[in-house]
T-cell receptor, first 117, second 112 residues
Framework: GAVVSQHPSRVICKSGTSVKIECRSLDFQATTMFWYRQFPKQSLMLMATSNEGSKATYEQGVEKDKFLINHASLTLSTLTVTSAHPEDSSFYIC?????????????FGEGSWLTVV | QQQVKQSPQSLIVQKGGISIINCAYENTAFDYFPWYQQFPGKGPALLIAIRPDVSEKKEGRFTISFNKSAKQFSLHIMDSQPGDSATYFCAANMEYGNKLVFGAGTILRVKS
């Protein structure tokens, strides 16, 4: 099956610094990627939709200047948490839609744990 | 219109039993209904999905039942195993649409 890879899987950063998380579709082209945030024992919260070559669409309440999303190619999207604070500590998950699939299959990455100290 | 309501919140099933998780949706434009399985510390994995032109889809021990008129769909896990213990999310969106709308999740524990 299609694979979506996230890196790093775990990252610890100091408060005030920025951290970048990568999301790659390994065996398919993804015109659309999605970034989610998940708190323990809760559902996935969509943060933004990332379209290749255009600006991301952010969900209501998500600060676009804090969570910078870049989708420079059909296989790579990045999420940069700028000036991170402890409240940004969370599990960040990306997903990607296979543009060539006949249906609407969306595959998820393994997630990235961010801890801000 | 965008909500997907999932129940129960948690479920305990004996090994070999049937696990049943239910979801209901409001938006009649939804036409793609996947179920995801998530283990602790991992991303969700697509388990099985259904479109509204069929009432049931079976893949191994996993079956989706779909009731279009009631706007409900459910996941049945037959012969539940301890390895099935995970969080299950139902979701919905429109074909070729973008956003997946997720249910709140069900924590399943299969007792051996």
């Amino acid at each position: 099956g299609a694979v979506v890879s996230q890196h790093p899987s775990r990252v610890i950063c100091k408060s005030g610094t920025s951290v970048k998380i990568e999301c790659r579709s390994l065996d398919f082209q993804a015109t659309t990627m999605f970034w989610y945030r998940q708190f323990p024992k809760q559902s996935l919260m969509l943060m933004a939709t990332s379209n290749e070559g255009s600006k991301a669409t952010y969900e209501q309440g998500v600060e676009k200047d804090k969570f910078l999303i870049n989708h420079a190619s059909l296989t790579l999207s990045t999420l940069t948490v700028t000036s991170a604070h402890p409240e940004d500590s969370s599990f960040y998950i990306c997903s990607a839609r296979d543009r060539l699939s006949s249906g609407n299959t969306i595959y998820f990455g393994e997630g990235s744990w961010l801890t801000v100290v | 219109q965008q909500q997907v309501k999932q129940s129960p919140q948690s479920l305990i099933v004996q090994k070999g039993g049937i696990s049943i998780i239910n979801c209901a949706y409001e938006n009649t434009a939804f036409d793609y209904f996947p179920w995801y399985q998530q283990f602790p510390g991992k991303g969700p994995a697509l388990l099985i999905a259904i479109r509204p032109d069929v009432s049931e889809k079976k893949e191994g021990r996993f079956t989706i039942s779909f009731n279009k008129s009631a706007k409900q769909f459910s996941l049945h896990i037959m012969d539940s195993q301890p390895g099935d213990s995970a969080t299950y999310f139902c979701a919905a969106n429109m074909e070729y649409g973008n956003k997946l709308v997720f249910g709140a999740g069900t924590i399943l524990r299969v007792k051996s």
